[in-house]
């Protein structure tokens, strides 16, 4: 804490936060006790020193604060460590995520208020006492989550207040907080509820089921503690995940925090010591409100708490005949806390003389002690009343203690506030005003007094009050002198008439502060930053040229990236450095043969994909072809002779491709096919009218496929009492019926017509039958069979039955643009912006076909030239893959030597990156090569860049990057997306883009000398079209998917499963209709809206509009044979809005329709579901909805689950064998081995052989394929044991696939897995293993594949089913929609089915429900892309290009846009990024990059690791520490390395673990788990680094404070209360105590009330506790690197030793058992980690002039040594 400004003791100089107890507290028994009475009551209470440790000690251990020698407490202490255990054990594996992430708009979640209370007490920058302050900060907190889009609710249990009994100051603090809460903001707060045990709890978890809780594992005390650990893993048992408070941190758009997922232990455990935690529960509660109602009555002097409230009610009631007007809750508990504790003290002082000693009463308080006390309070509470804030926050540190005897007193009189709050709380005849219970009082503006009254009155500092304020007081001490009974006739002055000190230490007033420099800035010449940031130079303070700091800059050599400063050799960038396979021009045969390998294997993963769609490229004359929009409306005036040939021509093809048809349609014999098998048919049939393109064929295909199935239909009804009559029949006759009168009807002869209305008569369609031409209808005096009816109205049976089969509004008319599909108008829309050189902005839902314009860009892209380049940019290295794979298989083109059609580019692997003509590529390695300043000529050859999922702006994980290469490109762009809720706001911000770069372009070709900025050497653009430039960003909208999606729900109910449909309406509640109707893509399926409509006419009865609305005479369907996917959504839309209407009139029947809907599914424990997860699987092949993925988010479940579907599957197969099968197989799997070897040293010497040995060969042979058959059916799988399609890939292909893992080291079961038609997939897997999954599934062989969210984004897996199979925090609102999506795709199935398999029903409703989040803007600075920034704009080849990228980079950032206010923080955050660069030595005065500017520019990643690495290395610590074996050696020895690991885990290593784990007891086999800090010097560097990051940003700091919001910044965050106002002018006391407004002006002011000073900006803990939060600013963007990490309880957050642990002993599984990181993360990180020695490596051996240097050695010793360990595992 700062001492600026304080008032400080003579040997006050220590650090409570860090010191322990002087004294050990007595137990409880001895403080409730005591029989003495009176005299030992200050032990009653902790006085404040040991008050603070409370709040501040940051590891109470187990046996610290109370002795337990209550008995029943004792019993259970066993039971209470076991407990402490269990979480302790998961706390390492908890995982540390972003809280709101994608859950914004449907996700509720709960806090504990006792935990956030404890957060905030905890606070570092808190002064206890200082109740302002302490409600801003809870109010920032909560702020916070809400400005994040939060929905959240706190819960205050009832017993959790007896923990504070011990502080009376904390309960009324706490009762403050609630009733705050409550009347002044518009949380949700509950108190209902006693404990987490009662019964109402259970219920409000059950209906409301919150994503989480954020629970505190840490309490005030270890009784608190013991309550919070119960709740946990009460928590936990019911499958809510827990939030811990600990290690919490947020930035501008996040707030992150370890996340304790429920499993099933944690119920088992909950479940098997159920009685056991109860009693521990009822016990502790029992003891904690025995305790705290015996020291309350101690402390109060009353028999009873009764007593206590009754005189609380009386003394209210006096004030109010007193004083009948009063509301204001400050005047009310200043006057009534002080009458109450005057009169409690008066009796209890009389109590006492009676049976104390004098001697021993001398300790204590006399009356008129207690009575100046209570003077001094009421003076400071005038002082609250009538100062604002402004005045407030330069209020003196006062650092001195209450004396013992004041403390105990202050304690009484707080314990008045609690019993005067709680009365407060159910007060319902008095309307009291809670504006300002924030503010009930200030305990360092009471010591202000105090002081001023002991020791500087005294001096003849004779200071007056001021008028306005003294009057105040003497009005508040009047009425308090009349409530307390006194007999001085309410004289308030003089104020102290005692000379007993109050407070401990006497001290002296000091002035003295920490102050945060006001550094000069080092001028700079560079147009960058004149032209970005030259509006705000001038208010900056600059030094001159001559100023020793300026002339101290280290001077280094200047650094390009093209070659060493020294030795001239060539210097490599990040590209060179990625792994490249054989290049296009390479002439090595083996690498040439592995090429085309590579391309032939590309072909056949894209034919996978798409199938064989390959077309040839040819480049287009440089005639500039019409547009299609122009051809279109072209009209021809005549046709010449060659038009009128080749339309003959074509009649003739045409004519000849039908006969061919007709004649495969005849050869198909369908009518026997259907007759055999009808499922099999009606596919086949459908096949055939897939790939037929004669219109005639198709009609004849229709119709005899209507009349067939109309036989069966016929047949089945006659057969009624044998067989069930099966409506898909009848469905089957409807869909011809549909098809041939949409599509044919001008094909249709007079006999197709009557074929047709037969049908319809027959299905009891009378009045569609009708409808048709009379003419065509012959009279039929048949009467009507009732039973080959449907028993339906027409509208109702389309509706119910064929829904997924209705018509969709498609459009027949070829685009010529596009082959091998009919694209719908708005993909034309998109086909026309590629046309025009366009840019776009396209929100489409998954699986509708947005993709399309990307291939077609790439097509006219291709066409255009030789040279020209598509950039397609996918978030994953997997679906990169997918589409290099899907571009070679679509697309030929003879390109010229050295060049190819497609090349990619990942962070471990480039492959023809630079010499294609469509690069797929990862958006950081794209910014790779934008911001490379000698990559420039390769990017102006860029023509188009699509951003496929660019909803991944708004991502965790770097989104930046995605905003950097949107703002930077100057080409046309596609941004793609199923999932951005404010498109218009991204389009918006993208246009304001364009605008600046048409400006651009513009002064470059008006400026006459811009081609003089080109280096020379390099050559100009040729063979480039010249392009119509469009400056345009559309916005193109589709919200409607080709298939429906249906949801349901799983239950088991005996060993069997129940199947629930899921209505999307079941997920809905009046409330949530009323305020935000329905989700905007919540659609319904046909058979939904039936379903709906049957229940509203279930509800009510007499509905008006029953018959209005009933389908068979809805107007859109009334009489209609065809209705159409359109009308459907029309009769939807009409229901949406009638139960609208039900809401505002009667939302009771509302009500009940919505809890109609609802499935009642039951429910089950994890470990049943688990357990019974084969059998869903089987359960879904037998209702025909395989092939299936699943959908899991721990990749130990994806594999574990795939393998128990196999398993089960294994055993089901075995149980099918014949007696001894295995030991039959061995037999003759021994004798083939035999008799293989026999043959084969046969046919060596087959040319000695005789006709007799020839014979016994063939004999052998024979013999051989004899023994092969038996094997094979005894081996033979059973066709319900395997999911696998052998029908769908023949055996070739299928071999060709799994012969790509064969050799893998990794995920060996995948093979087996596979084999048997199960499949997984995550991001651990090889990309080999994932392609074999990939392909297999598409094919068809694989039916089940588990996953995890690889599969979401854009991962082309078609399938009939998505199954969420468990809940996870990583499922939401975003994830459930990309991977729902991934069900019923366009062109596969018509209808999507989405299975909720472990999902809790609440989820399943907020997932429905759920809107995606907004798309908002991240930091976009760092210093490491300043000085990446910087170099692009000084080495650049073409310096305008680059200044022009730079300008827009650092203008156009999404955060900034429209807010003029953060982009004036940025620009100071640029220039204060510069003054740290210059000073380190990585730029100079100009601009120009120098010294090790490369090596931090190639570890960008991580910052601000990689500026700390450069400074241990310049300071030579590298070359002290790499000292090998001996002198003319190469190699260092184990320790070395050891520590060369630890130093750079310490760096680049930085997972950190909950800091409770230290206490936990769990055992470490291999691993060491916590990461030790670094050696000695290291760590005095790191140190020396920090202090000049704070330096350099805490003047920044203090600048861009000028920029808050002051208006703001005087009302609390949440409740908006405004504590502003009008200065006191004429109190010289409050002008001497409020005296320290310096060191104040870049604090928050409530921070001040608690002395916080500027100079705390320096410390990265406090900055997000004490800065403006209106600038914009977190603690997360200021570079530091803190070797010491805290929680909010102070306690050291440990880094987890996994680099260095693997290092000692190579081991994956010792990760997952010790480390607590799954196996597949643990490779993950690793293999970053490795990288990163890697590229260090690399930058040193280019950089160092000596080779042989002993750092150079050692990183590559290091480099080759951790690779080769990777690679084993």
Not at 58 to 76: G, M, V
Not at 224 to 250: D, P
Not at 1028 to 1052: A, F, H, M, P, Q
Not at 1296 to 1322: E, P
Request: with cysteine; charged share 25%; aromatic share 10%.
């Amino acid at each position: 804490m700062a001492s600026g400004g304080a008032v400080q003791g003579d040997d006050d100089d220590r650090d409570f936060t860090t010191q322990s107890h002087e004294k050990k507290s007595l137990s409880f028994e001895d403080q409730v006790e005591n029989k003495n009475g009176f005299s030992d009551f200050s032990n009653e209470f902790c006085w404040e020193k040991e008050m603070q440790q409370v709040l501040r000690t940051s590891d109470h251990s187990r046996q610290d604060i109370y002795d337990f020698r209550n008995p029943e407490l004792n019993k259970h202490m066993e039971f209470v460590e076991k407990i402490f255990d269990l979480i302790l054990n998961d706390i390492p594996k908890a995982e540390y995520v972003s809280l709101l992430n994608d859950y914004v708009e449907s996700e509720f979640f709960l806090i504990d208020g006792d935990s956030l209370f404890i957060t905030c007490i905890s606070e570092q920058t808190l002064q206890p006492g200082q109740n302002l302050h302490f409600f801003y900060l809870v109010e920032r907190f909560l702020q916070d989550l809400t400005n994040k889009g939060a929905k959240y609710v706190i819960v205050f249990f009832k017993d959790a207040e007896h923990a504070y009994f011990r502080h009376p100051t904390l309960l009324a603090l706490r009762t403050a907080l609630i009733l705050h809460l409550q009347h002044n903001t518009d949380v949700v707060i509950h108190t209902e509820f006693s404990n987490f045990l009662e019964g109402k709890w259970q219920s409000f978890l059950q209906e409301s089921y919150p994503y989480f809780i954020i629970i505190s594992d840490d309490g005030l005390t270890k009784l608190q503690t013991i309550f919070l650990t119960l709740f946990i893993i009460h928590a936990l048992s019911k499958r809510i995940n827990v939030v811990l408070t600990s290690g919490q941190e947020s930035d501008v758009i996040r707030v992150y925090g370890y996340h304790i997922h429920g499993i099933h232990k944690h119920r088992e455990f909950f479940c098997q010591h159920q009685s056991e935690i109860q009693r521990v529960c009822q016990t502790l509660v029992k003891y904690l409100q025995e305790s705290s109602t015996s020291a309350l009555l101690s402390l109060s002097g009353y028999s009873s708490l009764k007593d206590m409230e009754k005189e609380v009610c009386e003394t209210l009631s006096q004030l109010k005949d007193l004083w009948p007007e009063i509301s204001e809750i400050r005047h009310i508990v200043c006057i009534v806390t002080s009458a109450l504790g005057l009169r409690m003290y008066s009796r209890l002082q009389k109590t006492h003389q009676a049976t104390i000693p004098k001697q021993e009463s001398s300790r204590e308080l006399t009356l008129e002690e207690a009575e100046d006390l209570i003077r001094m309070y009421c003076l400071s509470v005038a002082f609250i009343l009538h100062l604002p804030l402004s005045q407030r926050a330069g209020v003196r540190l006062i650092s001195n203690h209450w004396s013992k005897q004041a403390f105990t007193f202050i304690q009484m009189h707080k314990g008045c506030e609690f019993f005067l709050l709680k009365h407060l709380t159910t007060e319902k005849m008095w309307k009291v005003d809670f504006t300002h219970l924030p503010d009930l009082s200030d305990d360092l503006l009471w010591k202000n007094i105090a002081y001023y009254y002991e020791l500087e009155n005294d001096q003849e500092l004779n200071l007056d009050v001021g008028e306005r304020i003294q009057r105040k007081y003497e009005y508040l001490w009047s009425i308090i002198s009349k409530l307390a009974g006194k007999d001085d006739d309410g004289k308030s002055l003089p104020l102290r008439r005692t000379s007993t000190s109050f407070l401990e230490r006497r001290a002296s007033p000091t002035k003295e502060s920490k102050k945060i420099p006001k550094l000069g800035l080092i001028p700079m010449t560079s147009t960058v930053v004149d032209e970005f940031a030259g509006d705000i130079l001038s208010r900056l303070p600059f030094l001159k040229s001559d100023d020793s700091a300026v002339n101290s800059l280290m001077k280094q050599r200047e650094f390009d990236e093209l070659r060493h400063w020294h030795s001239g050799k060539l210097l490599s960038d990040d590209y060179d450095r990625t792994k490249s396979s054989s290049q296009a021009m390479c002439k090595d045969p083996w690498a040439l043969r592995n090429n085309q390998k590579l391309r032939s294997f590309l072909r056949f993963y894209g034919s996978s994909l798409e199938g064989n769609i390959s077309k040839t490229i040819v480049t287009q004359s440089d005639t500039p072809k019409k547009a299609y929009s122009d051809m279109k409306n072209k009209k021809k005036t005549h046709k010449t002779k060659a038009d009128i040939i080749i339309e003959e021509n074509q009649k003739r093809m045409k004519a000849e491709e039908e006969r061919k048809e007709q004649k495969q349609w005849n050869a198909l014999s369908i009518e026997r096919l259907i007759q055999e098998n009808f499922s099999s048919g009606i596919s086949k049939l459908e096949d055939f009218l897939k790939k037929c393109q004669s219109n005639s064929v198709k009609c004849t295909a229709e119709m005899a496929g209507l009349n067939t199935c109309f036989e069966v239909w016929i047949e089945q009804c006659r057969d009624q009492g044998k067989r069930v009559k099966d409506l898909n029949t009848a469905v089957e006759v409807m869909r011809r019926i549909h098809s041939l009168l949409e599509k044919y009807k001008d094909l249709l002869e007079k006999e197709d017509y009557q074929k047709i209305v037969r049908c319809l008569k027959y299905f009891g369609f009378d009045n569609l039958a009708c409808t048709l031409d009379s003419s065509q209808i012959p009279e039929d005096d048949r009467k009507k069979k009732a039973k080959y009816a449907v028993g339906m109205g027409a509208a109702r049976f389309q509706l119910q039955y064929m829904g997924h089969y209705l018509l969709r509004e498609e459009r027949t008319d070829r685009d010529p643009r596009i082959q091998h599909f009919i694209p719908d108008t708005w993909q034309r829309d998109l086909l026309d912006i590629v046309d025009n050189n366009e840019s776009a902005v396209i929100v489409a839902p998954t699986s509708s076909g947005k993709t399309y314009a990307s291939y077609y860009c790439m097509e006219k892209i291709l066409k255009e030239s030789n040279e020209g380049v598509v950039v397609y940019v996918a978030p994953t290295k997997a679906l990169v893959n997918q589409v290099w794979a899907t571009v070679y298989n679509r697309f030929n083109k003879t390109l010229p030597d050295g060049l190819v059609i497609c090349g990619v580019f990942t962070r471990d692997y480039r492959h023809d990156a630079l010499n294609c003509q469509v690069l797929v590529t990862v958006p950081q390695c794209l910014e790779i090569l934008l911001l490379s300043p000698h990559r420039q000529q390769w990017a102006k050859r860029i023509r188009y860049i699509i951003f496929d999922e660019v909803h991944c702006l708004g991502g965790e994980i770097g989104a930046e990057v995605w905003e950097h290469l949107l703002v930077m490109i100057r080409c046309p762009f596609l941004a793609l997306s199923a999932t951005i809720s404010n498109p218009k706001h991204l389009t918006a911000w993208l246009q304001s883009v364009k605008r600046y770069w048409q400006h651009v372009e513009r002064v470059i070709e008006e400026s006459s000398g811009s081609s003089t900025t080109t280096k020379k050497g390099t050559k100009k653009q040729k063979n480039i079209k010249t392009v119509n430039k469009s400056y345009k960003v559309k916005l193109v909208l589709y919200g409607e998917r080709y298939n429906d999606l249906e949801k349901y729900v799983c239950s088991l109910e005996k060993d069997d499963f129940k199947i629930h449909h899921y209505h999307p309406c079941a997920a809905l509640t009046v409330d949530h209709i009323e305020k935000y109707g329905f989700p905007s893509d919540m659609a319904f399926s046909p058979r939904e809206s039936i379903l709906l409509y049957d229940t509203m006419v279930q509800v009510w009865e007499d509905w008006p509009r029953a018959d209005e609305l009933d389908p068979e005479k809805f107007t859109h369907f009334k009489n209609k044979i065809v209705i159409t996917k359109a009308d459907a959504r029309k009769y939807e839309e009409e229901l949406k809005e009638e139960l609208k209407n039900w809401i505002v009139h009667d939302n009771k029947r509302a009500n009940r329709v919505l809890k109609l809907l609802k499935p009642h599914a039951t429910y089950s424990s994890e470990k049943q579901m688990k357990d019974k997860f084969p059998c869903f699987v089987e359960k879904l092949r037998q209702m025909n909805k395989l092939p299936a993925l699943f959908f899991l988010f721990s990749i130990k479940n994806v594999e574990k689950w795939a393998e128990n579907i196999n398993n089960c599957l294994e055993m089901k197969q075995k149980s099918k064998q014949i007696p001894k099968a295995e030991k039959q197989i061995h037999l003759l799997t021994n004798r083939l081995k035999k008799m293989e070897k026999s043959i084969q040293k046969k046919q060596a010497a087959s040319m000695k052989n005789t006709s007799i040995e020839t014979d016994k060969m063939i004999l052998n042979e024979a013999e051989q394929g004899n023994l092969m058959e038996k094997l094979g059916k005894i081996t033979e799988i059973p066709p319900d044991c395997t999911y696998a399609n052998s029908q769908a890939v023949d055996t070739e292909i299928l071999k060709k696939v799994i012969d790509r893992v064969k050799f893998m080291k990794t995920n060996t079961s995948l093979k087996t897995l596979a084999l048997r038609g199960i499949g997984y997939h995550h991001a651990s897997v090889s990309y080999k293993g994932r392609q074999l999954v990939e392909m297999l599934f598409r094919m068809g062989f694989i039916q089940v594949v588990t996953a995890t969210g690889t599969l979401a984004l854009g991962i082309n897996m078609p399938c009939k089913s998505v199954v969420f199979t468990q809940n996870s925090v990583y499922l939401d609102a975003l994830n459930y929609r990309q991977m729902s999506g991934r069900a019923g795709r366009r062109g596969q199935d018509l209808l999507g089915n989405v299975f909720f398999y472990d999902i809790p029903l609440p989820k399943v409703e907020k997932l429905i429900k759920s809107n995606v989040p907004q798309l908002r803007g991240q930091f976009p600075l760092s210093i490491s892309l300043v000085l990446r920034l910087m170099l692009l704009a000084a080495k650049a080849d073409d310096k305008e290009d680059a200044k022009a990228k730079v300008l827009s980079l650092l203008k156009h950032s999404l955060l900034s846009y429209n807010q003029p206010r953060i982009t004036e923080m940025l620009k100071l955050y640029f220039l204060f990024s510069l003054q740290f660069l210059v000073k380190e030595g990585y730029l100079d005065q100009k601009g120009n990059t120098m010294g090790f500017a490369g090596l931090v520019s190639h570890l960008h990643y991580h910052e601000p690791s990689n500026i700390v690495l450069v400074s241990f290395l310049t300071k030579g610590l590298f070359h002290k520490l790499c000292q090998p074996t001996r002198k003319d050696s190469k190699t260092f020895s184990k320790d070395v390395m050891e520590q060369l690991v630890l130093v750079l885990a310490n760096l680049f290593g930085r997972k950190y673990i909950p800091a409770s784990v230290i206490n936990s007891k769990q055992k470490f086999y291999q691993s060491k788990v916590f990461l030790e800090g670094l050696p000695e010097d290291f760590a005095v560097a790191l140190d020396e680094y920090n202090s000049k990051i704070k330096e350099n940003f805490g003047h920044f700091l203090l600048i861009i404070s000028k920029m808050a919001d002051m208006k703001q910044e005087y009302q609390l965050p949440l409740s908006k209360i405004d504590f502003s106002g009008e200065e006191c002018k004429d109190s010289k006391l409050v002008s001497h105590i409020m005296s320290c407004n310096e060191g104040r002006t870049a604090v928050s002011p409530f921070a001040c009330l608690s002395g916080n000073m500027d100079s705390d900006l320096l410390h990265a803990e406090t900055v997000n506790s004490v800065i403006f939060r209106t600038v914009g600013i977190t603690a997360r963007n200021i570079p530091t690197l803190c070797s010491k990490k805290y929680d909010d309880r102070r306690r050291i957050m440990p880094l987890n030793a996994y680099a260095l642990d693997f290092y000692k002993h190579g081991s994956l599984r010792a990760m997952a058992q010790d480390n607590g990181i799954h196996e597949g993360e643990a490779y993950i990180l690793l293999k970053d980690f490795a990288l990163t020695i890697k590229t260090i490596s690399v930058s040193l051996s280019e950089l160092c002039d000596d080779e042989e240097d002993s750092v150079v050695q050692a990183f590559s010793q290091l480099s080759d040594s951790y690779w080769e360990k990777l690679q084993k595992v």
